[in-house]
């Protein structure tokens, strides 16, 4: 009787399940995972558990809708925070797990769609040298003095260019689509300053104070001023996509003030040189001089080498040990920089001459992706030495071309700089040919950033951060997409 009276519950419980709809069988399995996650997470202490219903959930989005999960990523952009790892590893969270789930889900549909996939995309020259980029990478890493630290490099590449590059041409087509990347990274964003600013207020706007009041969300003022220059391009365009007087329009014009304060009160003076490096831009591209502007930048970057070089003359740059201090105050830091005592100027120094002495241990294939900071040290120059040089906090080379020359090579760096210098002028190419006042504004905008993230590498490297790199890819694909725009009128026009 007794079996019999459990078969019978058995029974009831299978035939009220089979009653009920499949929202209602989905809402009841989630509820259950849930509290079974938060049960045993408590009970053994493995409070990591609790995550698995949002993991699931996500997973589930990214199978029926993946552009809301690539929105959700973008939200979290500026709401991300970084978590230390042993051995001197970090992950970003949400940002990362996002971005990795996103780089399957792009290899699924490359591989499910595979013939009937456009074309169009994969084989523009941005794709090809990206891929070039991304292939030289590889061969460098399969040569390294560490391939593990390699191919981890690789890895963390591919989930940033999968999402933000491949995935994003995709999800940025439209204006539709642009506006919908616009207000998810822009209010989160506009949260995060407010809240970094109110608590800066408590302590009096004070450069010294600058690093603590950007927790959670920023792992230092460069990476909080780097996201908010390279956004002002879009919000200053955005904001004449919306009637005058709509509430959309006074909010991101309202915005602008709040951005540039921002700035100001980041205390990092790349993104100072970026906002007017910006400016110049603006007008570089609209007199379509950007040939020649990059032929300068080149060959003044030549000229100043051949002159550090010849007679070992940077050595007579080399800081004094005793005054090349930290400074609290930034008027005083400011005055430090061009009197070489700033300790973070001068301790770039130190790192890019044993970055040069690298690259011509290693001018071909270099050290290998991320390996710079296991070997600089042996490569130093004694004299130019600060407090800070035995690096505990394991940072690279603060400049991301010399830092892709040192771990890829002359080849590297080349392919590096091909991507972005033909970006630039076929972006420029794009706005001149541009038929709409839109399709101009959305290319100068893309352009803008892209500027405003190679400027801010001369002295940073920023590429590989959730902050920046997303960015510098998705203005890539927007440029893509405005191309294969203008080529598909042309052919119409020609009748092809």
């Known amino acids: 009787m007794k079996a019999k009276g459990v078969h019978s519950i058995s029974d009831r419980i299978r035939h009220w399940w089979a009653q009920q709809g499949q929202p209602q069988r989905f809402f009841l399995a989630y509820a259950a995972l849930i ?26 989005l990214t199978i029926v809708d993946v552009r809301a999960v690539f929105t959700l990523l973008l939200i979290c952009i500026p709401l991300s925070t970084e978590l230390q790892l042993p051995n001197g590893l970090g992950l970003d969270l949400p940002t990362e797990p996002l971005m990795i789930g996103l780089m399957l889900v792009s290899l699924l549909l490359l591989i499910q769609r595979g013939p009937k996939l456009d074309k169009g995309p994969l084989i523009h020259p941005i794709s090809l040298l990206l891929s070039l980029h991304i292939g030289w990478i590889a061969i460098s890493a399969f040569l390294s003095h560490q391939p593990v630290v390699s191919f981890k490099f690789l890895a963390g590449k591919l989930w940033y260019i999968a999402p933000f590059y491949f995935l994003a041409i995709r999800m940025l087509k439209t204006e539709r689509d642009l506006k919908r990347f616009f207000w998810s990274v822009f209010i989160p964003l506009i949260v995060t300053i407010l809240i970094v600013t109110a608590r800066h207020a408590t302590q009096g706007f004070t450069f010294a104070e600058i690093h ?28 004449q996509w919306y009637p005058k007087g709509s509430l959309a329009r006074w909010a991101i014009t309202l915005s602008l003030p709040v951005l540039l304060i921002a700035i ?15 400016i110049g831009a603006y007008y570089v591209l609209r007199w379509r001089l950007t040939k020649w502007a ?24 080399a800081p004094n040990y005793e005054t090349t201090v930290t400074h609290k105050d930034f008027n005083n830091l400011i005055q430090a920089t061009y009197e070489l005592e700033d300790i973070s100027t001068m301790e770039r120094l130190y790192r890019w001459v044993a970055g040069f002495n690298m690259s011509a241990a290693e001018p071909l294939f270099g050290f290998g992706p991320g390996n710079f900071y296991f070997f600089y040290k042996s490569y130093t120059v004694t004299s130019f030495t600060t407090y800070v040089s035995d690096n505990p906090e394991r940072s690279g080379i603060h400049n991301y071309y010399l830092m892709t020359l040192v771990e890829q090579g002359i080849p590297g760096l080349l392919l590096f700089l091909i991507l972005i210098f033909y970006a630039l002028v076929r972006g420029e190419v ?67």
């Open 264 to 278: 100001q009160l980041s205390y990092t003076r790349a993104a100072y040189v970026a906002v007017v490096a910006a």
């Open 35 to 60: 509290l079974l996650s938060l049960f045993t997470g408590i009970a053994g202490s493995w409070y990591f558990l609790a995550a698995i219903p949002a993991v699931c959930l996500i997973a589930y």
């Open 294 to 317: 990059l032929a300068l930048a080149v060959a003044g970057s030549i000229a100043g080498l051949v002159y550090m070089i010849n007679n070992n003359r940077y050595l007579d740059y």
């Open 430 to 496: 794009i706005y001149a040919n541009a038929r709409t006042k839109r399709d101009k504004q959305i290319a100068m905008m893309a352009m803008l950033c892209i500027i405003i993230i190679s400027v801010m590498q001369l002295i940073n490297d920023l590429i590989e951060t959730d902050k920046v790199g997303p960015f510098f890819f998705m203005s890539l694909a927007i440029l893509v997409n405005l191309d294969l725009k203008y080529r598909r009128r042309l052919q119409e026009e020609q009748g092809v």
């Open 212 to 239: 603590w009041v950007l927790t959670p969300f920023y792992r230092n003022h460069v990476s909080y001023a780097a996201i908010i220059v390279l956004f002002t391009p879009f919000v200053w365009f955005m904001r």
